[in-house]
Structure formats: structure tokens, C-alpha cells
Antibody, heavy 123, light 107 residues
Framework: EVQLLESGGGLVQPGGSLRLSCAAS????????MSWVRQAPEKGLEWVSA????????YYADSVKGRFTISRDNSKNTLYLQMNSLRAEDTAVYYC????????????????WGQGTLVTVSS | DIQMTQSPSSLSASVGDRVTITCRAS??????LNWYQQKPGKAPKLLIY???SLQSGVPSRFSGSGSGTDFTLTISSLQPEDFATYYC?????????FGQGTKLEIK
């Protein structure tokens, strides 16, 4: 059974940093690209970042480029999102999502999602 | 980035109704369009991929169609568990984008 378990969320001041983790199980982690998708309170879904199965290729939304870094440790079956220079508008539930392809491309789809972790940026 | 626009933003319907939700892309995306369902407090669930392919385990009352810039999600006969928010998502560009969502409510 595929499981994705996010952790690391919490309350952080504007300008601060936070690292999210997503522990994966039930599938061959290195064989699939992974993404982070967020949802601000009472808002829609926003794709944040993606990473290839090897970790060599990364992709970012303009809203987080230069501030967030996605990475993965395939030996630990874990996905990460390092978030720096956090802003109030980064407040959201952050989901990790498994793709069906090894490198993000036009055939991508998110077939499994974690339960999400809440990040609140406030003073 | 490719903009995805859904209509309507909200919809009231009754059990048994046939419902259609529309998604329009700001440029042609071929058939690289996915649909997700999200219930309150839960993670999204993949329903339809590649515009018209039904994800494994999803009831056949859900169907998708379209290509290019215009797409539709149809629920043939609404069931109580279908009241949720629906999102389209393009995967033509790896800078993935979602529609703003359509909230389906009970009339």
C-alpha cells in the first residue's frame, strides 16, 4: 500500500525557514518523480515544486523560485522541501504527491497524495 | 504559465442529476489534462487523467472529454458522496497549474 506521510509544518515568523519532509512507503521511491502542492486556507490547489526520480532535475513555481529547494534522499525514501525567506502568503497546507513518471513531463499525474502538513507564517 | 479557468466556480445540484464542469486552458495543451476531487479536510484524489481516461477504482459515472483548450468533467448521476470540490490540472507544461476549483453542493 502506498503511503506518504508529511511532517515538519508549524508556526514560523516572516523571513524564517522551515524544512518539510515526506516519508514514502509501498513503492519503489526512486522510480517516480515527486511534487509538493500547497493549499492556502479556503483556497485552491497550487503546484509548488517537482523533482525527478534521481533527484537530478528540479522544477519550481515562480512564486517560490529562489526561496524554496526541493530534494530527495532515495536511500531514506524521503522527499524534502526547504523553505527560506517565508512570507505570510506561504501559509498553507503542503501536500506531497507521487507522480506516475520518473521525470516530470506531459504524461504526469498525481496518483497518490499525503495527508498534508500545515505551515503558518505569522508574527 | 498556462492558466486554467474552471466554470462554474460553484454549482448546486441534486442526487441523480447529470452535472458538467468545464475547464479552459489559456493555450492548447493537447490531452494533458487531469481532474481531481477533494473533500473537506482531505487530500485530492485523481479521477480522470489524459482528459478522458478513468483512474483505477473510480466509478464509471465519472467521465472526461476534450482536447486542445476546452475540457469537461461529467458526472452522469450524482451520488451523495460526489459532493466535493473538483479541480482540473494541466501537465502539458512541467510548471503544472490547477484550475481554481468548482464546488459542487447539494441543492
Amino acid at each position: 500500500e502506498v503511503q506518504l506521510l508529511e511532517s515538519g509544518g508549524g508556526l514560523v515568523q516572516p523571513g524564517g525557514s522551515l524544512r518539510l519532509s515526506c516519508a514514502a512507503s509501498g513503492f519503489t521511491f526512486s522510480s517516480y518523480a515527486m511534487s509538493w502542492v500547497r493549499q492556502a486556507p479556503e483556497k485552491g490547489l497550487e503546484w509548488v515544486s517537482a523533482i525527478s526520480g534521481s533527484g537530478h532535475s528540479t522544477y519550481y513555481a515562480d512564486s517560490v523560485k529562489g526561496r524554496f529547494t526541493i530534494s530527495r534522499d532515495n536511500s531514506k525514501n524521503t522527499l524534502y522541501l526547504q523553505m527560506n525567506s517565508l512570507r505570510a502568503e506561504d501559509t498553507a497546507v503542503y501536500y506531497c504527491a507521487k507522480d506516475i513518471v520518473v521525470v516530470p513531463d506531459a504524461g504526469s499525474k498525481f496518483d497518490y497524495w499525503g495527508q498534508g502538513t500545515l505551515v503558518t507564517v505569522s508574527s | 504559465d498556462i492558466q486554467m479557468t474552471q466554470s462554474p466556480s460553484s454549482l448546486s445540484a441534486s442526487v441523480g442529476d447529470r452535472v458538467t464542469i468545464t475547464c479552459r486552458a489559456s493555450q492548447s495543451i493537447g490531452s494533458y489534462l487531469n481532474w481531481y476531487q477533494q473533500k473537506p479536510g482531505k487530500a485530492p484524489k485523481l479521477l480522470i487523467y489524459a482528459a478522458s481516461s478513468l483512474q483505477s477504482g473510480v466509478p464509471s459515472r465519472f467521465s472526461g472529454s476534450g482536447s486542445g483548450t476546452d475540457f469537461t468533467l461529467t458526472i452522469s448521476s450524482l451520488q451523495p458522496e460526489d459532493f466535493a470540490t473538483y479541480y482540473c490540472q494541466q501537465s502539458y507544461s512541467t510548471r503544472y497549474t490547477f484550475g481554481q476549483g468548482t464546488k459542487l453542493e447539494i441543492k
